[in-house]
């Protein structure tokens, strides 16, 4: 199985501010056959089903604002919010679809300080 | 708009059955594999099952294989999950979710149904 370790575990971040998210994998996410990362970055708020941000570890979602943004190859992935707002508060998880079992990471949660 | 509906939740005892259902709608839902997913009780999120378009292949978490089967109904837009020999650690908001055509990228959730085993 492949391990999603994110970093931190939580963060407190000033509005405005720069925040950002790691997750780490055991094993490559590189897809051989498109050069692109099977990762994928969701925010969850308290009491809500995760909600889809990022997939292919850097390609925005339709309608997600672009001060979301996400890099990274191989084993090593970023989530950065370049301007945090007061509804950015919530946990964020990153998770692998390489192949079964699609694990996520611990997840972060990311408050305004 | 994609609609996911679970319901079926509950208590239950350890060692009981519990049978969760997902209502689709808004999408061709005989056209998209579908999946489960659960969260523990203020912890992460855990993939558990997913089921292909006709239901001719399903796939497990190891720790959920034997004892849960996935199934779906196309001419209902229903998806089930039938929980057996349920343990304390499956207590957990049990999530249909729907995976994009192009791998497991979870692109619409239900609310969640919530799942307790104790006695």
């Known amino acids: 199985d492949i391990v999603m370790t994110q970093s931190p575990d939580s963060l407190a971040v000033s509005l405005g501010e720069r925040a950002t998210i790691n997750c780490k994998s055991s094993?490559?996410?590189?897809?051989?056959?498109?050069?692109?990362?099977?990762l994928v970055w969701y925010q969850q708020k308290p009491g809500q089903p995760p909600k889809l941000l990022i997939s292919?570890?850097?390609t925005r979602e339709s309608g997600v604002p672009d001060r979301f943004s996400g890099s990274g190859s191989g084993t090593d992935f970023t989530l950065t919010i370049s301007s945090l707002q007061a509804e950015d508060a919530a946990v964020y998880y990153c998770?692998?679809?390489?192949?079964?079992?699609?694990?996520f990471g611990q997840g972060t949660k990311l408050e305004i300080k | 708009e994609v609609r996911l509906v679970e319901s079926g939740g509950g208590l239950v005892q350890p060692g009981g059955s519990l049978r969760l259902s997902c209502a689709a709608s808004g999408f061709t839902f005989s056209t998209f594999w579908m999946s489960w997913v659960r969260q523990a009780p203020g912890k992460g999120l855990e993939w558990v099952a997913d089921i292909n378009q006709d239901g001719s292949a399903t796939k497990y978490v190891v720790s959920v294989k034997g004892r849960f089967t996935v199934s779906r109904d196309n001419t209902k837009n229903s998806l089930y999950l039938q929980m057996n020999s349920l343990r304390a650690e499956d207590t957990a908001v049990y999530y249909c979710a729907r995976p994009l055509l192009s791998g497991e990228i979870f692109d619409s959730w239900g609310q969640g149904a919530l799942v307790t085993v104790s006695s």
């Open positions: 094993q490559s996410l590189l897809h051989s056959s498109n050069n692109k990362n099977q």
């Open positions: 292919w570890a850097s």
């Open positions: 998770q692998h679809y390489s192949f079964d079992p699609y694990t």
